[in-house]
């Protein structure tokens, strides 16, 4: 199975509406004329450090489009597990940004 990972990243100081912009563009993709096949044929992972994605219909999504996983890695027991098959993780593309990472990430 063939896929696209497509990875948005913004920078900003805070305040120049980075949150915003995101919250707009993903708001006008999946009111658009393309919602029926996009959710049928996508899959969107936000991953929020600052919690300002969790209220009700962020995004215009309903509870049943989406859902929420809480990770912790100061307490893995409270934590939400993800799941990755063996082809994924092992995907030269996944290493590479995995092993680049840095402190911060």
């Known amino acids: 199975m063939k896929f696209l990972l497509l990875i948005l990243v913004f920078f900003g100081n805070t305040g120049s509406g980075k949150s ?11 009111d658009s004329k393309y919602k029926t096949n996009l959710f049928e044929r996508s899959s969107f992972f936000i991953f929020d450090f600052n919690g300002e994605y969790r209220g ?22 409270k934590s939400d597990k993800v799941f990755i098959d063996k082809d994924t993780f092992l995907d030269p593309d996944i290493l590479i940004m995995l092993f680049d990472a840095k402190s911060g990430t």
């Open 56 to 77: 009700e219909n962020i995004f215009g999504l309903n509870e049943s489009r989406r859902r929420i996983l809480n990770i912790n890695t100061r307490e893995i027991k």
């Open 20 to 30: 915003n912009t995101l919250h707009m563009l993903y708001s006008k993709l999946f």
